[in-house]
T-cell receptor, first 110, second 110 residues
Framework: KQEVTQIPAALSVPEGENLVLNCSFT??????LQWFRQDPGKGLTSLLL?????REQTSGRLNASLDKSSGRSTLYIAASQPGDSATYLC?????????FGTGTSLTVIP | NAGVTQTPKFQVLKTGQSMTLQCAQD?????MYWYRQDPGMGLRLIYY???????DKGEVPNGYNVSRLNKREFSLRLESAAPSQTSVYFC?????????FGPGTRLTVT
């Protein structure tokens, strides 16, 4: 069974700092990896999808990378803002199901 | 284009009562999913449907049933609710490896 781990569980940074969130998975046989944002009491919003043939994806201040052989993905957030405060989750897709990490709770301090 | 919608948003049940959670998507996606989210556990897959007329068990199917009524709708039924089913339930649809989530149903079983 695929196990997905996100470290750290919580992170607090001052506004303007660049930061990296980590996601690791135990089985490298995946098709896709997706990063989400979840605000308190809300659903999940898709941030970036990395397909197995890709190594990274960028959207605005966000950059996600994928290294399937080592079972790792990182989400880089540049110039963090208080509005980035949320929980960030990664999910891996081995073919017909998705497995989620427990998330990193990010607080950006003004 | 409403995306993925879920009803109800909140529900309180007594132990032993039954209810159906409704989910609909207007994006013409083949695949749909039901998850539950519990503190410290991340999202866990209950059931999924790869296409109209098919359903499969996920990681935590016990105590639940599903119906893929048509391509748009995928419902989740609790036949005899238990306190262990207190959770937030999310429905999602998927296209090209990317998942799209509904806003969730917060269910409390007393």
């Amino acid at each position: 069974k695929q196990e997905v781990t996100q470290i750290p569980a919580a992170l607090s940074v001052p506004e303007g700092e660049n930061l990296v969130l980590n996601c690791s998975f135990t089985d490298s046989a995946i098709y896709n990896l997706q990063w989400f944002r979840q605000d308190p009491g809300k659903g999940l919003t898709s941030l970036l999808l990395i397909q197995s043939s890709q190594r990274e994806q960028t959207s605005g201040r966000l950059n996600a990378s994928l290294d399937k052989s080592s079972g790792r993905s990182t989400l880089y957030i540049a110039a963090s803002q208080p509005g980035d405060s949320a929980t960030y989750l990664c999910a891996v897709d081995p073919g017909n199901q998705f497995y989620f990490g427990t998330g990193t709770s990010l607080t950006v301090i003004p | 284009n409403a995306g993925v919608t879920q009803t109800p948003k909140f529900q309180v049940l007594k132990t032993g009562q039954s209810m159906t959670l409704q989910c609909a998507q207007d994006m013409n996606h083949n695949s749909m999913y039901w998850y539950r989210q519990d503190p410290g556990m991340g999202l866990r897959l209950i059931y999924y449907s790869a296409s109209e007329g098919t359903t499969d068990k996920g990681e935590v199917p016990n105590g639940y049933n599903v119906s893929r009524l048509n391509k748009r709708e995928f419902s989740l039924r609790l036949e005899s609710a238990a306190p262990s089913q207190t959770s937030v339930y999310f429905c999602a649809s998927e296209w090209g490896g990317e998942q799209y989530f509904g806003p969730g149903t917060r269910l409390t079983v007393t």
